[in-house]
């Protein structure tokens, strides 16, 4: 019972001559340290606030102002043009006229250093509002795009923080109704007959002669007003607005290296990787990690990175919402129907590799059974969403069960140490589909979907991550992983046993296990989560294909994206499958302009149709690669007017919700938006750090992720592309 004595900070005795006060000075040597480095924090908080509200210049060039100006004045010339004199008239008479004039100079020159920083974030935010040199041939760069890149690199700076750019970045520009329409009907042709067609003109055109005008100068308003006229609504009614289950139908998954796993070890992964994430949240609210730059010099939004950590979806009746925190020092991990609170810091740092392990084996060791309705609980994220919040007000505001809620959702993310053994075996055919599944929907109350993100440890020392879609989009996840992943292989390692290196602290105190009082009446509501979650889980067909014959090396050789071949092979497989083609769904990112998220690029064009019908015609053979060539150029444009915010999904998307604001019924919104995406596809992310190079380091390649399927019948399609053994020779 050391660790209760300890967890006292002081006791007092009332006797007759008063009170025995008794201190713990190892509690309040913890006490200590603990306020150390929360002020440390706030200090660096502080100054990253400093450093990136005067970017893209620096604190160090007001003292440059300063002398300058100091100089000038030292030689009787006065650069304010009578501005300083102004100053010194307004300031009370000193018998000193030099004090008058040092801080008439000092407070002149600290005006035009702030003038000077918002010219320079302005001349910046209009730099980067060019776009030309997305639409330019690789390897023919125009002599305008190569001045504009020396802007752009002059500009910079020599060491942004992680947030430096987010104010000099161009906001999302809203399209004109003519070309958003325009491009609409080429995007339907292809899936319309001549009389549906000619139907669909009709009613876009109305739409833009009536209702569009009224609807676009709302819109442009809010562009005005709002720093993204897309993503607060996006946001809440495309994810917090949903009512049916996040499990499957938003949330997505992450995966583990496919080829190495660095230890066997289930306890030992864990910390190491729980311990890399920390170092990843230290230098994510220090602004250190470096921002993402497209060519290495276009610098992308980083906002959605701010809500990664401390986070949870917290259910509502009508709505849900996102509770992000500032500071979390304690983990939440479930194993076998069991949860546990884990603090994550101690003496002041965080806790060690080695030490974290030591907690989690001690939790997998833990023999104790789980409370009336405890092992089921999560289930509740996994369900509808308003019975859960009904659930959540009734039976989780006060008492025991609000304290163990309130430790899951405020903690830093969600540990869920499995039973299971999963990963990528070659030996087994279904190894890759099995461990998609699991990382998807689990055994639908073994992950708390709520939460920004549930890393899930395997106990063969495989992992994996599900992650919650409101907050952010899968590249954000996708970040964090790769250097968590490198981190842990690279720059941790493990004993020759498979243990953390380090040493071990007996010391610490023991995982508290959360306490629960779950009424008859909670455990039925859990239990029919969990059998809505279950037919859901059950109806989720997935299979992962390895395909190492060649790989986007050869393909980029070939001339062609490999983004496009890939989505042409697809639209040649459904059709193959089908026997028609589809309306087709590819994310793409707009975080080119502040808070952008994703736009989509409708994939089924009349250039990759006419290539299918190519392909199934074997009297066209001479014809063929040309009009691949003209289908890949095709959604290689549109992929870029995506990207540079002359998509069609998100305008339309804005229209009309703002119709439904202002009370205008419009048959042609009605029908865009309802139109289902037959076939969903999406890109995952690879080497946006490059902190593990894969041409020395081949087998460290990761499996990438996927979500789940977004229509009835669907088909839902995840891919990542990388240099094959075939590419590197």
Request: aromatic share 12%.
């Amino acid at each position: 019972m050391a660790e209760a004595h300890q967890a006292v900070g002081f006791q007092f005795t009332v006797t007759p001559d008063g009170i025995d006060l008794h201190l713990s000075r190892e509690v309040l040597k913890h006490i200590y340290l603990s306020g150390v480095t929360s002020w440390t924090k706030r200090a660096i908080r502080f100054k990253n606030g400093i450093l990136t509200g005067v970017y893209p210049a620096s604190p160090s060039s007001l003292l440059i102002v300063v002398i300058a100006i100091m100089s000038t004045i030292y030689a009787r010339i006065d650069p304010s043009l009578g501005m300083i004199d102004t100053i010194k008239r307004t300031m009370s008479v000193s018998g000193y006229m030099t004090t008058q004039t040092v801080l008439s100079a000092i407070l002149f020159s600290t005006g035009l250093w702030l003038s000077l920083i918002l010219m320079l974030r302005y001349i910046l935010k209009a730099l980067l509002s060019y776009h030309a040199w997305i639409f330019e041939s690789h390897g023919k760069i125009s002599f305008c795009t190569k001045l504009w890149l020396s802007l752009v690199k002059m500009l910079s700076g020599r060491r942004p923080l992680l947030y430096s750019f987010q104010t000099s970045l161009p906001r999302l520009p809203v399209p004109s109704v003519d070309d958003t329409i325009t491009r609409y009907l080429e995007s339907v042709r292809p899936l319309l007959d001549d009389e549906q067609y000619n139907q669909m003109e009709v009613v876009a055109n109305d739409f833009k002669k009536d209702q569009a005008p009224k609807l676009q100068k709302y819109l442009i308003l809010k562009s005005w007003w709002a720093t993204n006229y897309v993503s607060d609504w996006w946001e809440e009614y495309i994810y917090l607005r949903g009512r049916s289950p996040i499990m499957v139908n938003s949330n997505f998954y992450s995966m583990d290296l496919l080829y190495v796993t660095p230890t066997h070890r289930q306890a030992a992964r864990a910390g190491n990787v729980v311990h890399a994430m920390l170092q990843y949240r230290r230098k994510l609210e220090r602004g250190e990690h470096a921002p993402l730059r497209a060519l290495g010099v276009v610098p992308m939004c980083s906002y959605q990175m701010e809500r990664m950590f401390n986070t949870t979806r917290i259910p509502g009746i009508e709505t849900d919402f996102v509770q992000h925190l500032s500071d979390q020092k304690h983990l939440v991990v479930y194993h076998k129907g069991r949860f546990f609170k884990v603090w994550l810091y101690y003496g002041g740092r965080h806790l060690w590799p080695s030490e974290l392990e030591t907690q989690f084996q001690r939790i997998l060791d833990d023999t104790t059974k789980p409370q009336p309705g405890e092992l089921k609980l999560a289930a509740l994220t996994a369900g509808n969403r308003v019975p859960w919040a009904r659930a959540r007000l009734k039976y989780f505001s006060q008492g025991v069960n609000k304290a163990s809620l309130e430790a899951i959702e405020t903690s830093a993310f969600f540990l869920s140490l499995d039973d299971e053994a999963h990963g990528y075996d070659p030996d087994k055919l279904r190894s890759l589909d099995l461990y998609a599944k699991s990382l998807l929907h689990g055994k639908c109350y073994d992950r708390w979907f709520d939460k920004s993100f549930t890393l899930i440890a395997y106990k063969n020392g495989k992992l994996g991550v599900n992650a919650e879609h409101s907050w952010a989009d899968a590249p954000i996840i996708g970040h964090m992983w790769e250097y968590v992943l490198a981190t842990d292989c690279f720059l941790l390692g493990y004993t020759e046993e498979g243990h953390c290196k380090g040493d071990i602290n007996k010391g610490l105190p023991l995982p508290t296990k959360l306490q629960w009082d779950i009424p008859l009446e909670c455990q039925e509501v859990i239990e029919e989560s969990y059998m809505v979650a279950k037919v859901i889980a059950d109806d989720v067909d997935f299979h992962g294909c390895l395909f190492d014959e060649f790989g986007k090396g050869l393909i980029k050789k070939s001339r062609t994206s490999p983004d496009a071949f890939i989505q042409l092979a697809l639209q040649l497989a459904q059709f193959r499958d089908k026997g028609e083609f589809c309306l087709t769904y590819e994310a793409s990112m707009t975080r080119m302009f502040r808070e952008g998220r994703t736009e989509t690029v409708r994939s089924c064009t009349s250039e990759s149709t006419a290539f299918v019908r190519a392909m199934e015609d074997k009297n066209t053979s001479a014809q063929k690669l040309d009009l691949f060539r003209k289908a890949a150029d095709k959604h290689q444009n549109m992929y870029r007017l995506a990207m540079t915010g002359s998509g069609i999904d998100r305008h339309l998307f804005c229209l009309y919700i703002m119709s439904k604001y202002l009370s205008i019924h419009s048959p042609f919104l009605k029908q865009v938006l309802s139109e289902p995406w037959r076939l969903s596809t999406s890109q995952t992310p690879q080497q946006q750090l490059n902190m593990v190079d894969i041409k020395k380091f081949p087998r460290y390649v990761g499996a990438g992720g996927g979500f789940g399927p977004v229509s009835q019948p669907p088909t839902r399609t995840c891919y990542t592309h990388t240099r094959t053994q075939t590419d590197i020779r």
